[in-house]
Nanobody, 126 residues
Framework: QVQLVESGGGLVQAGGSLRLSCAAS????????MGWFRQAPGKEREFVAAMRWSGGSTYAGDSVKGRFTISRDVAKNTMYLQMNSLKPEDTAVYYC???????????????????WGQGTQVTVSS
């Protein structure tokens, strides 16, 4: 089984930056695609970014393109989400997820993922 633990969330002013971390245990992230999703109060879960298992392809949702970047450190078995130019509408709980099936495509569908972390709160003030 897999455990995913997000960290790095917090309160930041608009225009600021945060880096979220997702530490994995149980499996090496080098063999699986991973993604970030977020959910704001009263809204559906939204795709943020993903990285294919090979590490050669990354994807980002339209609302965060140009501002958020996904990356990983295989040695640390950790995935990151660098968030720049944060906006109040980025306020949400951010979740990392892992796809054990090594699916193709842009990995924007939450149902492609088999394991989820508990989430970390990101709050962006005006």
């Amino acid at each position: 089984q897999v455990q995913l633990v997000e960290s790095g969330g917090g309160l930041v002013q608009a225009g600021g930056s945060l880096r979220l971390s997702c530490a994995a245990s149980g499996r090496t992230i080098s063999r699986y695609s991973m993604g970030w999703f977020r959910q704001a109060p009263g809204k559906e879960r939204e795709f943020v970014a993903a990285m294919r298992w090979s590490g050669g392809s990354t994807y980002a949702g339209d609302s965060v393109k140009g501002r958020f970047t996904i990356s990983r450190d295989v040695a640390k078995n950790t995935m990151y989400l660098q968030m720049n130019s944060l906006k109040p509408e980025d306020t949400a709980v951010y979740y990392c997820a892992l796809d054990t099936a090594r699916r193709m495509g842009d990995l924007s569908n939450q149902y492609d993922y088999d394991y989820w972390g508990q989430g970390t709160q990101v709050t962006v003030s005006s």
